[in-house]
């Protein structure tokens, strides 16, 4: 935003293609053939940038769309995907993964998790993203004084979000252990 000025990132994530560790799917890339060949059933939330490479890979016939909430508290189409995961009813979702990893964390199956870090670009955007803190321009001693925070605690951060399931990634898109 042009108001603010971004601090250095304190994690990195990405969506995630999500199945279930018993089909021993090995699939990396959307654009993986495994995926037409087998004819997977595909749940993706709509209107959201991996949308896009269905649009690409053409892949509408084996997609189940799933609404985008405007309003959690009342709709939360990334716990329905995972349901439906579990239930047998797709065989891939692809979610935000932060919220995919929490969802796997509390499912009654093991789900693996791939994030989507070696996908092409399309025309709606990266699958892959850094967070940051917005800081008010014109305050370096702010800035310096967030970024020394994040540097000094990222181990502690990074064990948070562990603890929610999300999915951490280094600074070139390589799944953090």
Do not use: C
Request: no cysteine.
């Amino acid at each position: 935003h042009e108001f603010v000025q971004n601090s250095n990132p304190f994690y990195n994530s990405s969506y995630v293609l999500m199945s279930l560790e018993e089909k021993n799917i090995d699939v990396q890339t959307l654009s993986d053939h495994e995926i037409k060949e087998k004819k997977y059933k595909i749940g993706i939330i709509h209107a959201t940038p991996p949308s896009s490479y269905v649009v690409k890979y053409k892949l509408f016939d084996q997609v189940k769309f799933y609404r985008q909430a405007a309003d959690p508290r009342k709709q939360k189409p990334w716990a329905d995907a995972t349901s439906d995961l579990v239930d047998g009813k797709i065989d891939i979702a692809i979610l935000w993964g932060p919220l995919a990893g929490y969802e796997a964390k509390k499912a009654k199956k093991p789900i693996k998790i791939v994030p989507l870090t070696k996908e092409e670009i399309t025309s709606r955007g990266k699958l892959v993203y850094r967070f940051t803190m917005g800081i008010r321009r014109n305050e370096p001693e702010w800035e310096k004084t967030i970024n020394n925070l994040i540097k000094d605690n990222q181990e502690e951060i990074n064990q948070i979000l562990r603890g929610y399931g999300i999915p951490l990634l280094d600074s070139l898109g390589n799944p953090l252990k």
